[in-house]
């Protein structure tokens, strides 16, 4: 694995999207909008707003990061331009981490246009810091990150890489708590609940919601967010193949 390399991926992914504005919106503008929305949504009811709002800050970054990263990663399998890569003094490890860190330097700067606006433009009320709201974002980011990187491995067009949102994506959300507590489900969906990463990234949101210091149970749902991410991302280099079938 060489730095430069590495360098050198990030730099030539930043630069196509760079050239993409709805994806740079998409990626940006998108969780702001729809946080404000649904702020507007509770208006009466700003409580409402407070206990969702940070949940969903859990769940924004996750889902459009998944999209932007493994349609962006699939153009390249499809083109041929990772094969070329591939074919080049270019290591696997290099190219997987070129790519999370040109997507996670985005996903830095999407949590933190999310969390300003949530925290400081519509009034998210939190117990604890909002530095710890934004760390959880970003993990959540850069775990969607990792997700796409790894499905665009088994899409051979833009509208399958779609299909798996129903499939990696809605349950999710569904079972993350942002519902219903994971308690009072059935046991059987609360036990696939523990084994879901979205599940941890919202129950750290709930820490920073409730908690104004930092608690045993915010550390290991960062913790479990942060391996997820990084199982994700050794299984996306598994995935990578010399030829594009």
């Known amino acids: 694995m060489s730095p430069h390399r590495t360098l050198a991926t990030a730099r030539r992914v930043l630069r196509q999207l760079g050239h993409d504005p ?60 990772l094969e070329r890569l591939l074919s080049m003094p270019l290591g696997k490890a290099d190219l997987i981490l070129g790519y999370a860190l040109a ?18 433009l519509l009034d998210l009320d939190i117990a604890g810091s909002a530095w710890l709201l934004l760390l959880v974002a970003l993990l959540d980011a850069l775990l969607g990150t990792a997700l796409g990187l790894f499905v665009s491995a088994f899409a051979n067009t833009e509208f399958q890489v779609v299909q798996f949102m129903p499939a990696i994506i809605f349950p999710q959300i569904l ?12 046991p059987v969906l609360e036990a696939v609940s523990h084994v879901l990463p979205m599940s941890y990234a919202v129950d750290g949101m709930t820490e920073v919601l409730t908690h104004p210091d930092i608690t045993g149970t915010y550390v290991r749902d960062l913790t479990v967010v942060a391996g997820s991410a990084l199982l994700v991302l050794l299984l996306g280099a598994a995935t990578l193949r010399r030829r594009t079938p």
Do not use: H, K
Not at 103 to 120: D, E, K
Not at 175 to 186: E, I, K, N, V, Y
């Open 103 to 120: 997507f996670g330097l985005l996903a830095t700067v999407q949590a933190s246009l999310a969390t300003v606006t949530a925290v400081w």
């Open 175 to 186: 079972l993350c708590g942002l519902f219903a507590p994971r308690d009072s489900m059935q």
């Open 22 to 81: 709805r994806t740079i919106a998409l990626l940006l503008l998108v969780p702001v909008l729809l946080l404000t929305l649904l702020y507007w949504v509770f208006d009466a009811n700003p409580r409402q707003f407070d206990a969702i709002g940070a949940s969903l800050l859990g769940v924004f970054p996750l889902v459009t990061m998944f999209l932007v990263t493994s349609i962006a990663t699939l153009r390249e399998r499809t083109t041929g331009t």
